[in-house]
Structure formats: C-alpha cells, structure tokens
C-alpha cells in the first residue's frame, strides 16, 4: 500500500493500535498452565470487541484468531492444548483488518525467568528491528534494511533466519513488496518512496538459518539447524522524513 492521504494514514494507524493493544494485552495475561488456545481466545475477544478481523484467518484460513510459538516453534504456531510453562519463549503474532485497513505486528516474551542467553536475545532481537526500522525512508534501498540488521547480528555472533522476510501491507495482509530481506543481500535495486507501508521483522537467531516446516501440521515453523529464535515486528509507514510506526498501543 502506498499512502497518499491522511484519512489512510488514520485508517492504518487505527487497526495498527488495536493489534497492539491486543498482542500486549495477550502477553500480560500468559502464565503457566494456560494453554495456548486459552491465549488466543484472550487475543480473539480483545479485536472483536473493536470490531477487527483476523488477518491470518479471514486471508489463508488460519486456524487461530493469532499466531503463537513457544520455545522450538519459531513461527505461526496454531493455538492449541499445549501449556504455558515458566521459561518458556512465546511468540505472539497479531495481525488484523479494520475498515479495510490492515496491520501486523509481533513480539517474543520470555514467561518469567529464562536463562540469560535468552535474555540476551530478547534484547539485542528488538534492537536489530530498531535498527531495520531506521533504514526506512524515501528514496532509501530496500536492501539497505537487510544490510544494517545483518551487520548488527554479525557483530553480536547472531544469525538471520534467511526465508522468512518482511513484506507490504496495508490494503491485504501481504502485498508489494512481497519480499523484503531482514538479512544482507546484493543486486537488490529496489528503493523505498514516500507513502509506502511495510513490516520490518527480523528473525535473530542463537544458530538457526532457516525456517522449515514441522509433521505435525501444515503451519508451524521450526528452525534449522534447531536454535532459539526471536522476532519483533511493526508496521511502518516510509516518509520523507523518516518510518512511522503505526502499531503502538495506545
């Protein structure tokens, strides 16, 4: 989506703060022995009461209002019967539509103590987001988002999970650009212009390089080689002067 008027711009920062009301409001009431299906209908009553759709549901028929990976899950996880234990790493992904507005974001949350590598990676997982996020305005190279996280990850002794990337959104869940690297790449000439929307997440991993699909089901992503995972995402519109972040909660 390219924004070109304010109206739109409202329109997506309206559903940007419901989803990230939502994706706090899920992360605040984890504790052990909930199950997963237990956080996401939390997750579910929180947009329909704002009236909002789920993106993952209503677009590829998602089974799950959200998306949510414990520990080895790295990536849309199908809320289920599995139980929240203390320690655990979840991830928690929320994307919907409001009014013909669509926004995503996510966040990995550590379930009372974790060992301090894990921590570690929390940390340094948001920061590589922030500096993907700084890279975003008009006239900048696509790529360059890529590059400025693949420099902080090497530094850090940190690898990217190369497929799964950021991408458009706005008017559908997913949309040009369909691919947007978190990792380094070269011969991408693609720039970003004014009005563009599009996620930036990084997946910054203690090893893993990869996404591959499990056998227990069509959705749920694990990394390979097998390693701690962590991803943070927004939504961020590219100005002239510089990204807007539409999902802040508020």
């Known amino acids: 989506m390219t924004i070109t008027q304010q ?79 203390e320690g655990d790493l979840v991830n928690i992904d929320v994307s919907a539509s409001f009014d013909g507005y669509f926004a995503d974001t996510g966040a990995s949350f550590c379930l009372g103590s974790v060992q301090p590598q894990i921590d570690r990676l929390c940390r340094d997982g948001k920061r590589a987001m922030r500096i993907g996020i700084a890279q975003v305005g008009h006239g900048k190279p696509l790529a360059g988002i890529g590059n400025a996280i693949g420099a902080f990850a090497s530094k850090r002794g940190y690898t990217l999970i190369r497929n799964l990337a950021s991408h458009g959104v ?35 991993s203690r090893g893993g390089r990869w ?32 990204p807007i972040i539409v999902t802040l909660p508020g």
């Open 211 to 242: 996404a591959r699909s499990g056998a227990g089901d069509e959705w749920t992503l694990y990394s390979q080689p097998a390693a701690p995972v962590v991803q943070y995402e927004h939504t961020v519109v590219t100005t002239r002067s510089g």
């Open 7 to 85: 109206d739109e711009l409202d329109g997506l920062k309206t559903i940007g703060r419901i989803v990230a009301n939502t994706m706090q409001s899920m992360a605040a009431a984890m504790e052990p022995g909930m199950t997963t299906r237990e956080l996401d209908a939390i997750g579910q009553e929180l947009l329909e009461r704002e009236g909002a759709l789920s993106a993952p549901r209503t677009t590829y028929g998602f089974p799950g209002t959200t998306c949510i990976s414990v520990n080895e899950e790295i990536a849309h996880g199908i809320p289920g019967q599995r139980r929240l234990a």
């Open 170 to 204: 706005g008017q559908a869940l997913h949309e040009d650009p369909e691919e947007v690297p978190t990792w380094p790449t070269k011969g991408d000439r693609r720039r970003m212009h004014d009005g563009l929307v599009l996620t930036v997440e990084p997946f910054l």
